[in-house]
């Protein structure tokens, strides 16, 4: 796996062999640093897509706690449509902790994406672990 950038708050990696990009939340970002870390990922993504081909897209959130309202809308009506639909990721696992309002939230979210995005056939699932959700990109048949 290669590393990517690993900043204090947050890190991202390239799993060549598995096609996925994959990012890990270290601790609570900043608003600022929240947004940003997500656009520089999904730079990435975007940048490796053209040498790679399709990737799938996982991040680590079992450090993230609550995110602000304005956050909240920020990926409601700016993220969501960047990553899904401009970005065309088919495939986003969650590693979610141990809080139950964390699970909530994230299943909360997947359930509307899917809804939402019905017809861009997205793949969404939540995990409490990595190989889990590597088990579950190697089980999909996207590409």
Not at 115 to 142: M, N, P, R
Request: proline residues 1%.
């Amino acid at each position: 796996m290669k590393e990517l950038f690993n900043e204090e708050y947050l890190e991202c990696h390239f799993d060549k062999s598995s096609s996925i990009v994959y990012h890990i939340w270290k601790r609570d970002p900043t608003s600022e640093q929240f947004r940003s870390g997500l656009l520089r990922v999904y730079n990435l993504y975007g940048e490796l897509s053209k040498d790679h081909g399709y990737l799938h897209w996982l991040a680590d959130t079992q450090h993230l706690t609550v995110v602000s309202l304005e956050d909240q809308k920020w990926l409601d009506e700016t993220w969501n449509e960047l990553l899904f639909v401009e970005g065309g990721v088919k495939s986003h696992a969650v590693i979610v902790g141990d809080d139950v309002f964390a699970k909530y939230a994230m299943n909360k979210f997947k359930i509307a994406m899917q809804e939402k995005y019905a017809d861009q056939e997205i793949q969404l699932e939540t995990f409490t672990d990595e190989q889990s959700a590597y088990d579950w990109f190697a089980s999909l048949s996207i590409s």
